[in-house]
């Protein structure tokens, strides 16, 4: 299956968890794609909001999608209303990579070889952050030190 579309009731998780809004997807419905819940969607609800997703799990088999705090009020919803959406199979999952990060890895073997050993998340991840600075030379290094550091940037305690 490449896409889906229903009905919703919007919930919030509650603060220990986050307090997240969200939208309950059941296992049946994620099953059905051919890449479970590891599916990246295109979510589109009401029709007339637009964000790229992945899924969590809820722990009782089920999945949500979260719904960002800034989306809940484009919605204008509230706790406990019927949105409609949408999933669209997102076709390209890491999303949108910075043109000196692509330059880069096709100019370095070694870096690409890195980088595609790497979970599309960690990828995603890199993307991400790459994707944030405005200059060149700094998307450059950082794009570096990010594939050569398993850890991305994230301090270890040792």
Partial sequence: ???YKGEEIIGQLD????????LKLHADIVNRF???RKTRFICTIN????????????????F?????????KILNVSLGDYVSFHLKEDPNPLGEIPEALDVLLTQDI??????????DGKKRSIIIQVSKIKNIDTQISKSIAL????????KTNN
Avoid at 47 to 62: I, S, V
Avoid at 110 to 119: A, H, M, S, V
């Fill in 1 to 3: 299956m490449k896409e």
């Fill in 15 to 22: 603060k220990r968890r986050g307090g997240y809004y969200f």
């Fill in 34 to 36: 051919e890449h479970k």
């Fill in 47 to 62: 029709d007339e909001l637009e964000f790229r997703c992945g899924l969590n799990h809820f722990g009782d088999g089920n």
């Fill in 64 to 72: 949500f999608i979260i719904i960002s705090t800034k989306n809940y």
């Fill in 110 to 119: 070694e870096l690409k070889q890195r980088f595609d050993q790497l979970t």
């Fill in 147 to 154: 594939i050569n550091n398993p850890n991305l940037g994230r």
